[in-house]
């Protein structure tokens, strides 16, 4: 590598790594590298003159430095950045306009006039035709964003591509045309399969955008889902609460038939009749309260096909279709399902009877606490009362006799 060659790409990479570079994502200085590289292969490639190949070296390395003063008509400022450098270093006024011809080939659309700015258009491209070519070309469509040029969809920018590479861009030397005409092809394709599978996407998208408002928000859903759970939930403890006051009573009752009533013939254990009759009162009517409590309520089991045309009909209860036969209530639930607000509303409906019988149990089931509650009390009182004062230990005053 001449020492021209040399100087050239320090002072572009000291340009291309200052402030002004660092902000572009495509047009730096791996693309500037990147360029070089193909530039050198081509010169090999194409057998190309010492004499000229450092002149491709010089215009690769100034080519995009125009960049650092502004994007619109950037080969011109790279131009300028060019004769600079090559004033200020001695060169021949020929070299410079060759220099500055290389970098205006790179110009969009432009057409090579000779070998040497086809070699320049294809190296500036090269990337056309490597596996990575994707990623570089998402670098553009980023870099267009970020300054305020352009903004692509990644739909748009891949027909774009496809467009640029099918139409508008080919290989001009001959060593391209041989060694990345085949890679720029397979890109193509990769392209036209990107594009395929977007347009797979938007479909679904849109179709997902489409069926969006007729299918539940995920928060109605779990509004909905957690609400019947807390219902159910309460509903059981009900039960369970329920349950066991029944089986305390059930078993009180027993051992009191069994053991204490037999005892009550005995004279002496007259003070036990009160508390043991309050006692099972008491325990008989907190089982009564417990059944009622637990007790299920059955409707009708019927439905007319008024009630389910007016929406009057909660069909996700058994008890309105339990009599009903399988044709109807299928056709009745075909009926629910085309109706979102229906369905809001048959599941608003669940809910608010769930809610009734859940208070209806729950009433019963304080009563029935309060009552067992009482009667133990009062039954305890009692005995003690009798027993003081009626006992077994009780001493009778018997009359005095005279003489």
């Not at 004499?51 to 994007?71: I, P, R």
């Not at 969809?153 to 005409?181: C, G, M, P, V």
């Not at 397979?186 to 299918?215: C, M, P, T, V, Y």
């Not at 609400?227 to 309460?234: A, C, D, E, I, P």
Request: overall charge neutral; some cysteine.
């Amino acid at each position: 590598m001449s020492t021209l060659v040399s100087k050239a790409e320090d002072f572009a990479t000291s340009k291309l790594t200052s402030n002004d570079g660092v902000k572009y994502l495509y047009h730096n200085l791996r693309h500037t590298q990147r360029v070089v590289e193909s530039i050198l292969e081509l010169i090999e490639g194409e057998k190309v003159e010492d004499k000229n190949a450092e002149q491709l070296l010089v215009a690769a390395w100034f080519h995009d430095l125009g960049y650092m003063v502004s994007y619109n008509d950037h080969e011109e400022h790279s131009c300028e950045f060019a004769k600079e450098f090559l004033t200020k270093n001695d060169c021949s006024s020929t070299l410079i306009r060759s220099v500055c011809s290389l970098i205006m080939a790179t110009v969009s659309d432009y057409e090579p006039k000779n070998n040497l700015e086809k070699i320049m258009r294809d190296a500036d491209s090269s990337h056309f035709s490597v596996k990575s070519f994707m990623a570089i070309s998402e670098l553009l469509r980023e870099e267009l964003a970020s300054i305020g040029r352009q903004k692509y969809s990644i739909a748009d920018w891949t027909e774009e591509n496809i467009r640029l590479l099918r139409t508008k861009h080919r290989f001009y030397t001959q060593y391209a045309l041989d060694n990345w005409q085949e890679g720029k092809d397979k890109n193509i394709k990769r392209l036209i399969k990107a594009k395929k599978k977007n347009k797979d996407l938007i479909k679904k998208e849109s179709l997902k955008a489409q069926f969006k408002g007729e299918l539940p928000d995920r928060g109605i859903q779990t509004l909905y889902r957690v609400t019947l759970q807390n219902h159910l939930k309460l509903s059981d403890i009900a039960d369970t609460k329920a349950n066991i006051l029944l089986s305390v009573n059930a078993i009180i009752i027993s051992m009191a038939l069994a053991n204490l009533i037999p005892k009550l013939d005995n004279p002496s254990n007259d003070y036990l009749i009160y508390p043991t009759f309050i006692f099972i009162v008491f325990s008989v009517v907190s089982m009564v309260m417990s059944i009622l409590a637990t007790k299920p309520n059955v409707t009708s089991g019927q439905f007319t096909e008024e009630e389910v045309t007016s929406k009057k009909v909660n069909l996700l209860f058994f008890g309105n279709f339990h009599k009903m036969k399988l044709a109807e209530y299928e056709w009745a639930m075909a009926e629910l399902i085309k109706d979102k607000d229906y369905i809001y509303s048959s599941l608003t409906k669940d809910l608010y009877f769930l809610g009734i019988v859940l208070e209806r149990k729950y009433r019963l089931l304080r009563w029935t606490y309060t009552i067992f509650m009482t009667g133990m009390v009062l039954s305890v009182i009692v005995f003690a009362i009798a027993l003081k004062f009626y006992g077994p230990e009780r001493v009778l005053e018997l009359p005095v006799m005279q003489p």
